[in-house]
């Protein structure tokens, strides 16, 4: 079944570590994306793609980078972990611009 | 920035009642706009969307309107029920960029 998979679903870490988030998306998808959201909260857009070697930044970037080698794959890195990086961050997909964004379970972070 | 502001934050309404949810956006060259709804511990879920082209969309107790030239759009949920308890947000397409949220509205359905 075409789906959008985020691993891990949930990480402990600690502070200045580094680490990547795993996002794929098996529906053949041009867009994607990266939200922050607390549990319940607004979604803050983190990152964006439009496509294989396009990135974007959203408004709440800073400290995060994502990369967009392959279609179905969209990663985000956190170089230094930091406790207000504790969150849940939520990888999306769509097919183009205005429509739909297709979610992932997300990944709950937590820094310590 | 362009934004989209969402309200109200919080509603609480009796089983089989109706609930409105109101959001406007900043960026009138919008012309996409979701909602969604979100159970706890879940990924947020598209339950119905509109486009610029159209004033109105209904899917059975679930109805969106839109008005265009006051850039507001309205969820109207009817005859609620206890499984409508959930967070919804709305969203507007930002020309250029991508789906920005409202920070969302906890409504709860008391049986």
């Known amino acids: 079944e075409a789906d959008i998979y985020q691993t891990p679903r949930y990480l402990v870490i600690g502070t200045g570590k580094k680490i990547t988030l795993e996002c794929s998306q098996t529906?053949?998808?041009?867009?994607m994306y990266w939200y922050q959201q607390d549990p319940g909260m607004e979604l803050h857009l983190i990152h964006y793609?439009?496509?294989?070697?396009?990135?974007e930044k959203g408004d709440l970037s800073s400290e995060s980078t994502v990369s967009r080698i392959r279609t179905e794959h969209f990663p985000l890195t956190l170089e230094s972990a930091r406790p207000s990086h504790t969150s849940q961050y939520l990888c999306?997909?769509?097919?183009?611009?205005?429509?739909?964004?297709?979610f992932g379970n997300g990944t709950r972070l937590t820094v310590t | 920035g362009e934004n989209v502001e969402q309200h109200p934050s919080t509603l609480s309404v009796q089983e089989g009642d109706s609930a409105v949810i109101k959001c406007t956006y900043s960026?009138?060259?919008?012309?996409?706009f979701p909602w969604y709804k979100q159970e706890l511990g879940k990924r947020p879920q598209l339950i119905i969307d509109?486009?610029?082209?159209?004033g109105e969309k209904k899917d059975q107790r679930i109805a969106v309107t839109l008005n265009k030239t006051a850039k507001h759009f309205s969820l109207h949920i009817t005859e609620t029920q206890p499984e409508d308890s959930a967070v919804y947000f709305c969203?507007?397409?930002?020309?250029?960029?991508?789906?920005?949220f409202g920070k969302g509205t906890t409504l709860s359905v008391s049986s």
């Open positions: 999306a997909s769509s097919a183009k611009d205005n429509s739909p964004l297709h």
């Open positions: 529906m053949g998808h041009d867009k």
């Open positions: 793609s439009y496509g294989v070697n396009s990135t």
């Open positions: 960026d009138s060259a919008s012309n996409y």
């Open positions: 509109i486009r610029s082209n159209v």
């Open positions: 969203a507007a397409f930002i020309h250029g960029t991508a789906l920005i």
